[in-house]
C-alpha cells in the first residue's frame, strides 16, 4: 500500500480510495489514520465526504472500532482493483530488460539499409531481444512525419530526409561518397573515368521522390555542364541489374556500389567531380526519445552499423 505523505500527490478520488481501503482493513479509525499518515480528524473528514458521495454510511461505529455496512462490502472488492491499477501507475517505471521484453517496432527506411543491415541486426535482436518483434517497411522517399506523431512509425532511417520538423530528433549512423558504376566491358569506360566521358555517357539515376535531378546535377550546374538522365529509378536495388546489362552509367553511394559488385559483373569508378557526401541518419519523434525499449533500439543499430564498418 502506498501511504499518504502528501495528498497533493493524489487527487481527491485516489486519495477517498485509500481512506475506504484502510478502513476495510483496519477497521478502526485510529488505526487506519496511522496506517496512512494522517491524522483523526483528517480521516474523519475523509469519511464523511466517502459518505456523502457514495450516499450510505459506509463504517459504523462498535465497541471496539468500526464495521463495513453491506454497501462498503459490495464496493471493497472494486476499490481493492481500482487502488492497485493506481499503484501500478504511480510506481517508478522498471528497469528495462531486453531479455524479457515484448514489444513490436516499425521502422521505415530503404531496401539498401535493410540490405546493408539487417543481416546482422535480426540475429542480434534475436539473441538479446527474442521478445522483440521488427516491422521494416519503406520510408517511400521520406520522412514519414504524420506516422511518427501517431505512433504507427517509431523510428526511420535514410539519407534524404533534409531537415527535420521540429520536435524531432536525429543521429548519423554513416557517411557514404559517391562512386560511378558501370558493366565490366563497358565499350567507352576503361580504368579511371574522365569529366568528359562521364558526360557523354547516358545515366541512369536513382530517384526516391521521382524527380530527375540530384546532387551530381548540382554540382555541375554549378561548372556550367549537364549530364543525360535517361531514366530515373525509385528503389535502390533495381538499378545495379540495369546498369550490368546495359551502357548505362550510374551515380551512387560507395557502399551501395559495393553491394551491387557483390552479386553482378560490375566496375567502380571515382566520381570526376567533387560533391558532398551522403549522411544516413536514424529520425525518431520526441514521444520516444527517452523511452528505455526505443532507446536501447537505437543503440543496437547503430552498434550493427559500426561492427559492419
Not at 41 to 69: M, Q
Not at 134 to 147: I, T, V
Not at 193 to 198: G, Q, R, V, W
Request: proline residues 6%; glycine residues 6%; charged residues 25%.
Amino acid at each position: 500500500m502506498i501511504a499518504i505523505q502528501n495528498l497533493n500527490m493524489f487527487d481527491k478520488t485516489q486519495s477517498l480510495l485509500m481512506v475506504f481501503d484502510a478502513l476495510m482493513t483496519e477497521r478502526s479509525v485510529t488505526r487506519a489514520a496511522a496506517r496512512l499518515h494522517l491524522s483523526q480528524p483528517a480521516l474523519s473528514h475523509a469519511l464523511a465526504r466517502l459518505r456523502e458521495a457514495l450516499g450510505d454510511e459506509l463504517f459504523v461505529r462498535v465497541a471496539r472500532g468500526v464495521v463495513p455496512t453491506p454497501r462498503a462490502l459490495e464496493l471493497a472488492p472494486l476499490a481493492k482493483e481500482a487502488l492497485s491499477r493506481l499503484e501500478l501507475l504511480f510506481a517508478p517505471p522498471q528497469r528495462f530488460a531486453p531479455a524479457t521484453a515484448r514489444a513490436q517496432l516499425t521502422m521505415a527506411s530503404t531496401e539498401f539499409f535493410e540490405h546493408l543491415v539487417l543481416p546482422r541486426l535480426l540475429p542480434r535482436l534475436h539473441r538479446d531481444a527474442p521478445g522483440l518483434t521488427l516491422r521494416s517497411r519503406s520510408a517511400q522517399g521520406r520522412l514519414p512525419k504524420d506516422e511518427m506523431e501517431r505512433g504507427e512509425c517509431d523510428l526511420a532511417i535514410a539519407g534524404f530526409f533534409g531537415e527535420l520538423p521540429e520536435g524531432f530528433y536525429q543521429q548519423t549512423l554513416f557517411e557514404d561518397d559517391f562512386v560511378c558504376v558501370v558493366r565490366k566491358d563497358h565499350p567507352q569506360v576503361g580504368r579511371t573515368l574522365s569529366l568528359k566521358t562521364y558526360l557523354a555517357l547516358d545515366h541512369l539515376l536513382i530517384s526516391m521522390q521521382g524527380d530527375l535531378t540530384g546532387v551530381v546535377d548540382v554540382a555541375l550546374a554549378k561548372r556550367r555542364c549537364r549530364r543525360r538522365v535517361v531514366a530515373g529509378i525509385g528503389n535502390f536495388l533495381t538499378p545495379g541489374w540495369i546498369v550490368a546489362e546495359s551502357e548505362l552509367i550510374l551515380t551512387a553511394p560507395r557502399r551501395l556500389a559495393r553491394l551491387y559488385q557483390r552479386h553482378l559483373q560490375l566496375q567502380l569508378l571515382e566520381l570526376p567531380l567533387d560533391v558532398p557526401s551522403i549522411q544516413v541518419v536514424q529520425v525518431w519523434h520526441e514521444r520516444t526519445h527517452a523511452a528505455p525499449l526505443h532507446r536501447w533500439f537505437r543503440r543496437q543499430l547503430q552498434q550493427t552499423v559500426r561492427e559492419g564498418g
